[in-house]
């Protein structure tokens, strides 16, 4: 998890997300998605739920994930498609994206080169249990293994669409509302962006209306290889963050 490559596993997580019409939807209705100061606002506290659920002490994680689930509990959504009126802490919705996270964190290692054995990859989806808990799912109720989260995708796959009313995320890329002190960085997004797009499975670029071919699979793969071995070079020390170093001190001991 504290591999730098995984921002691109985290772009790719929400683009998971939003073919699931009642999940987007749910973003859609109870934030100001667009607003530059909201946006970037959203961005950092679920950047933070990141961290402490993968990285806090139990104390801090409970904290975090009691917030969440009272967020959750509160807000509601309508769905125009059925004419229900459903809360964010939906099972379907929260299994949905829960999945979209684990999958694409490991799609985008495994791709990359971080080097996991098909072993390492079932742990890696058991021990994600223990996060869909956090929001309020039961362990049983989402994927223990690879084997089990890609039956659960296949088996999810009629439902999922991108809603008409969402902008598209590689137009959004374009424009992405930063602070100004992150101006610098806008350049970079759209690439960023179409990286992501491209590590995701087929069938579901082609819901987002993109191409969807072998070889945009194997520029990702080559693309992502390159970037990893690249930053790869710098010093451990600057590579992780704060919160994955003393990770790694801890289990070093």
Same mark, same amino acid.
């Given at each position: 998890m504290g591999e730098p490559?995984?921002?691109?596993g985290g772009f790719r997580a929400l683009l998971m997300q939003g073919l699931h019409p009642r999940a987007m939807?749910?973003?859609?209705?109870?934030s100001a998605f667009m607003d530059p100061s909201e946006a970037w606002s959203r961005f950092v506290r679920t950047s933070e739920f990141v961290r402490v659920r993968t990285y806090g002490t139990h104390d801090e994680v409970e904290r975090a994930g009691r917030?969440?689930?009272k967020i959750h509990a509160t807000l509601t959504a309508h769905d125009p498609?059925?004419?229900?009126?459903?809360?964010?802490d939906d099972p379907a919705a929260l299994r949905w994206v829960h999945v979209g996270e684990v999958d694409?964190?490991?799609?985008v290692a495994r791709r990359a080169g971080v080097r996991l054995s098909? %072993?390492?990859a079932d742990t890696f989806v058991a021990e994600w249990r223990r996060a869909a808990e956090v929001v309020g799912l039961a362990p049983q109720d989402?994927?223990?293994s690879v084997a089990e989260l890609r039956d659960y995708i296949d088996a999810e796959r009629p439902g999922l669409r991108f809603v008409p009313e969402a902008a598209h995320p590689l137009r959004m890329s374009v424009n992405a509302p930063l602070p100004l002190m992150l101006t610098p960085l806008k350049p970079a997004l759209p690439a960023l962006t179409l990286l992501a797009f491209a590590t995701l499975p087929r069938w579901a670029r082609r819901l987002y209306g993109l191409p969807a071919t072998p070889l945009g699979d194997l520029w990702a793969t080559a693309t992502l290889r390159t970037l990893h071995t690249g930053i790869g070079l710098v010093p451990a020390s600057v590579r992780? %963050?704060?919160a994955a170093r003393r990770a790694r001190r801890l289990m070093a001991a």
């Open positions: 490559i995984q921002l691109v939807r749910g973003v859609l209705q109870n917030r969440v689930r498609d059925t004419g229900v009126t459903f809360r964010l694409s964190y490991l799609s098909d %072993a390492e989402v994927p223990g992780y %963050a704060p």
